[in-house]
């Protein structure tokens, strides 16, 4: 198995970018974890293009993530995640940011760890509560249960989300400097999992 990397300190701010990632970079975790702003600033530094696999879903199945299910039947969802995160990791190398359980599903899951690296952006409950009280964007939540059910769920996804490549923690600061973390986390990894990997260019 590959190892997990939790590198919290970053010694030096903007690390240099002397490659590209060989695979796909595909963004995991709970909601308010920074998936989308982390993912954009990630995908600029490396000069590739970033993809909010919701977006791609909702657009596809011409409705809102939430009522998927009860248009489409049970477990069209999930059907439908997995069909849209698969195409884009077989598209290009590229950021792909994914819904907050896409990989709590097995076979989503299972396609990410064989053909892109995994980077579960892992935020604890206080921050996270912090992050998504209030917002009206989040349907998995309900107005004033927003600790109790992120509480929920990170006991239930947590354990899943530990097969992930890289483990990046998200804490307040920038999201800038979370960037610089996830670089320095992901080029030990390559050089750790990629030896012989060879640059491809200067970002």
């Known amino acids: 198995m590959p190892k997990i990397y939790e590198d919290y300190s970053v010694n030096t701010a903007s690390p240099m970018v002397s490659f590209m990632p060989p695979k796909p970079l595909v963004l995991v975790g709970l909601m308010g974890c920074g998936k989308t ?22 657009q596809s199945a011409g409705c809102a993530l939430t009522d998927i299910d009860a248009i489409f039947g049970d477990g ?23 819904g907050c359980l896409s990989f709590t599903y097995e076979r989503t899951r299972q396609y990410i760890k064989e053909n892109a690296i995994s980077i579960w952006l892992k935020g604890d409950l206080e921050t996270l509560t ?5 917002r009206k964007d989040r349907p998995l939540l309900e107005p004033g249960r927003e600790r109790e059910i992120l509480s929920k769920m990170i006991d239930e ?11 990046v923690k998200t804490v307040d600061e920038s ?13 030990d990894f390559i050089k750790q999992n990629y030896p012989g990997y060879h640059v491809l260019r200067s970002v």
């Open 157 to 167: 996804c947590y354990p899943i989300f530990e097969e992930a490549d890289i483990q």
């Open 76 to 98: 069209a969802l999930q059907d439908g995640e997995y069909k849209i995160i698969s195409k884009l990791i077989s598209q290009q190398v590229q950021v792909i940011a994914t």
């Open 37 to 58: 702003s982390i993912g954009k600033r990630l995908a600029k530094r490396f000069d590739i293009p970033f993809c909010d696999s919701d977006t791609e879903v909702e």
């Open 175 to 187: 999201a800038n400097l979370t960037v610089d973390r996830v670089i320095v986390s992901l080029t």
């Open 130 to 134: 912090q992050r998504v009280t209030g």
